[in-house]
């Protein structure tokens, strides 16, 4: 059974930043892609940051420039570090990653940026 687990949502002020952590447990022989998405209030999920295995990134055009994705191989772990966060980066935030050949999702953790 594989699981991934998010820590290092929060409530922050508009400007400030956040780190978010997802470790990957379990029954693992592989893991390609890892990421992150985010589903604010009314609107469909979207992208926000993905890494390959080789270390490619690729960002969402709105989070270019603030948002930094890395992953830890040896812990399995993808992280999200937020800088100059905005009222609309506010959602739940979804860690993904492509693990033995399958599709799996955390359950999410909050992020809120007040003005």
């Known amino acids: 059974q594989v699981q991934l687990v998010e820590s290092g949502g929060g409530s922050v002020q508009a400007g400030g930043s956040l780190r978010l952590s997802c470790a990957a447990s379990?029954?693992?022989?592989?893991?390609?892609?890892m990421g992150w998405y985010r589903q604010a209030p009314g609107k469909q999920r979207e992208l926000v940051a993905s890494?390959?295995?080789?270390?490619?990134?690729n960002y969402e055009d709105s989070v270019k420039g603030r948002f930094t994705i890395s992953r830890d191989n040896a812990k399995n772990t993808v992280y999200l570090q937020m800088n100059s966060l905005e009222p609309e980066d506010t959602a739940v935030y979804y860690c993904?990653?492509?693990?033995?050949?399958?599709?799996?999702w955390g359950r999410g953790t909050q992020v809120t940026v007040s003005s």
């Open positions: 890494i390959t295995s080789g270390g490619s990134t």
């Open positions: 379990g029954s693992i022989f592989s893991i390609n892609d």
């Open positions: 993904y990653s492509r693990i033995n050949f399958g599709d799996y």
